[in-house]
């Protein structure tokens, strides 16, 4: 029976994560992923750690941030393909309340960093409702599918493309099998799939939906910046460009729905007068915690299985980060940080 160290489960950003600190750390692993969750492949990319509602430093902001930008920037070069930019990012302002309140998050630590000012649009596509853009700096977006797929090709020997079935696993004292291999630790990364995993299903991650729009506009002609409302619009090239995403809690499932598709273009039009059209429409389904912190750590009875979930709208951001600090965890017996152990759930 072959051995290896670890068993993912799941390959969004927190399973390819892992995968990429395992790998830097010189661990042997497999990784066994289905396409029933698309979080990751639908999302928009953005990393970003201020809260552009409310000009707010995102949790952890700091730390999450720095670790990200050195993570994906390494993982580029390993990769050897080209996935983030570093796109214009303005909040469209339509009173001068939402001018004052920017100016002053412009004044406010750390926040100083990324919001610099405002100026007057320039852009003829924004509505007349736009009276100022507000500037923000240092935002990347991430092409995730090159990402993923990038990392899948670079760990092919180690990638099955197949559903996990929790009843062929066995769990012993010192070793976990699987179909007909042995692991020391197997790390469940299902995203919202969580809810199907007998060990893990205890948790309370639930589902928030979240859409896009594809819109192709030769009007828009924005392939540099984002441009932010209540929703983002964010350039793919081509004249394509995502719209969205909303939040929702009901129909927890991969399809669109007509009701968003309403929704964001009503949202779209208040934005941006040009002639546009409706290419496509995606969904997915954030791992969302109801206190807001990702769940990582130790089964409380099964120690050699864990988890790295609950990333909710920020995964992006915080998968770097905390993908270290799981398997310094393991390997190292660093402590997992309090606010996201697993361990502050009863099973
Ligand atoms: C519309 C939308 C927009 C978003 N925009 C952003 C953004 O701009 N910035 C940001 O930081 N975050 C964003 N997010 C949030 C981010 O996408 C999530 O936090 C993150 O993708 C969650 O990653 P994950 O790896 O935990 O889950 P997922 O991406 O869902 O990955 C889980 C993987 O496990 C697989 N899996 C599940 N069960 C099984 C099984 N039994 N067998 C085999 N495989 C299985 C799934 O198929 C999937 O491949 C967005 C989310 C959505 C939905």
């Known amino acids: 029976m072959t051995h290896k160290d670890v068993l993912i489960i799941g390959f969004g950003i927190a399973g390819a994560s892992i995968a990429h600190r395992l790998n830097r750390y010189g661990k042997s692993f497999d990784i066994v992923s289905n396409n029933s969750q698309q979080a990751t492949r639908v999302a928009g990319g953005v990393l970003n750690p201020i809260v552009l509602k409310r000009y707010k430093k995102a ?16 993982i580029e070069s390993k990769l050897d393909t080209s996935f983030i930019k570093q796109p214009n990012l303005f909040k469209l302002l339509q009173t001068p309340q939402d001018c004052n309140d920017f100016i002053s ?11 610099t000012g405002i100026k007057p649009p320039s852009h003829s596509v924004l509505s007349t409702s736009v009276i100022k853009l507000g500037e923000v700096n240092h935002i990347y977006t991430l092409d995730l599918n090159t990402f993923l797929d990038g990392s899948i090709s670079y760990f092919n020997d180690s990638f099955y ?47 928030n939906k979240g859409e896009y729009l594809i819109i192709h506009s030769k009007e828009l002609n924005s392939n540099h910046s984002i441009y932010k409302s209540k929703f983002f619009l964010i350039p793919l090239g081509k004249h394509l460009y995502k719209f969205g995403a909303n939040y929702q809690r009901h129909d927890l499932n991969n399809e669109p729905t007509e009701a968003t598709r309403h929704e964001l273009s009503k949202a779209f039009e208040k934005m941006f007068s040009v002639n546009y059209e409706i290419v496509s429409q995606l969904a997915g389904i954030r791992p969302t915690v109801k206190d807001r912190r990702p769940i990582l750590g130790r089964h409380p009875k099964h120690s050699q299985l864990l988890i790295f979930n609950g990333n909710g709208s920020r995964g992006v951001l915080a998968s770097p980060y905390l993908s270290k ?6 390997f190292n017996n660093q402590p997992i940080l309090e606010e996201v152990d697993v361990m502050r759930y009863d099973v």
């Open 59 to 74: 949790w952890k902001a700091n730390e999450f941030y720095s670790s990200a930008v050195k993570f994906y920037a390494d």
């Open 105 to 115: 998050a412009t004044e406010q630590p750390y926040i100083s960093n990324f919001l």
């Open 161 to 207: 493309s197949n559903d996990f079935n929790y009843n062929n696993l066995k769990v012993e004292d010192s070793l976990i099998s699987y179909q007909s291999k042995s692991y020391q630790y197997v790390i469940f990364c299902e995203g919202y799939g969580v809810n199907h995993n007998p060990y893990f299903n205890y948790l309370p991650i639930y589902g």
């Open 325 to 330: 600090n799981l398997v310094q965890h393991i």
